[in-house]
């Protein structure tokens, strides 16, 4: 089975500050990694992804995600937050490269402080 | 239309009814997916898709619940007798499936269920 753990609920930080959100994850295998956002109202909308290629991986909107395997880690991170980053962030493993299901974390909502 | 659409986008039942949710995913996408997703929940995977053919309803969490994509394209999640912790928000999610293994799934706002 797979699973990944977002260690913070909820974090909030000040515009222009940096970001990071941690999660961790569990698999028997090589796992496939995502990261979604969720505005209110919206729908959810892919950040970035990790499928075994680089293990630095920049996405959308100025985020990038580190793929560490012996940390068992995948903390996305920016370094400067905008108003428009408000919003709740989901880490997510799937399996067969992200053909089949998708797993979810419990999300973080992160909060700009102005 | 560009993206995955729902609906209806808002849905109220009482308790005991039935109700049908529906999902048109992206032109040619091969793929389909429905997630439920509970208040301050994230999504859960319920059940998958590929063309017609019914490949994982691992997830549905009881025999109330049946999904059907019978021409591979639209599909519909039914809910029979509805129950209060049925009230969640459903998502449907498509991908394409092609030559690039490393698909991407591109999800719907969503049919929020509220049972009463």
């Known amino acids: 089975a797979q699973s990944v753990t977002q260690l913070d609920s909820h974090v909030s930080v000040s515009e222009g500050t940096p970001v990071l959100l941690r999660c961790n994850y569990s698999?028997?295998?090589?796992?496939?990694l995502f990261w979604y956002v969720q505005h209110p109202n919206k729908g959810l909308q892919l950040l970035l992804k990790?499928?075994?290629?680089?293990?630095l991986v920049k996405g959308i909107n100025g985020f990038e995600a580190e793929f560490k395997k012996s940390e068992t880690s995948f903390h996305l991170t920016k370094p400067s937050a905008h108003m428009s980053d408000a919003a709740e962030y989901f880490c997510?493993?799937?399996?067969?490269?992200?053909?089949?299901?998708?797993?979810f974390g419990t999300g973080t909502r992160l909060t700009i402080i102005p | 239309g560009a993206g995955v659409s729902q609906s209806p986008r808002y849905k109220v039942a009482k308790r005991g009814q039935d109700v049908a949710l529906r999902c048109d995913p992206i032109s040619g996408h091969v793929s389909l997916f429905w997630y439920q997703q509970a208040l301050g929940q994230g999504p859960e995977f319920l059940t998958y898709?590929?063309?017609?053919?019914?490949?994982?309803k691992s997830g549905l969490p009881s025999d109330r619940f049946f999904a059907e994509r019978p021409e591979g394209s639209v599909s519909t999640l039914k809910i029979q007798r509805t129950q209060q912790e049925d009230s969640a928000v459903y998502l449907c999610?498509?991908?394409?499936?092609?030559?690039?293994?490393?698909?991407?799934?591109?999800f719907g706002p969503g049919t929020r269920l509220l049972v009463l």
């Open positions: 898709f590929q063309n017609e053919a019914q490949l994982d």
């Open positions: 990790y499928t075994s290629a680089a293990t």
């Open positions: 698999s028997s295998y090589s796992p496939s």
């Open positions: 997510v493993v799937g399996y067969n490269f992200g053909n089949e299901k998708l797993t």
């Open positions: 999610a498509s991908s394409f499936t092609g030559d690039d293994y490393e698909e991407t799934q591109y």
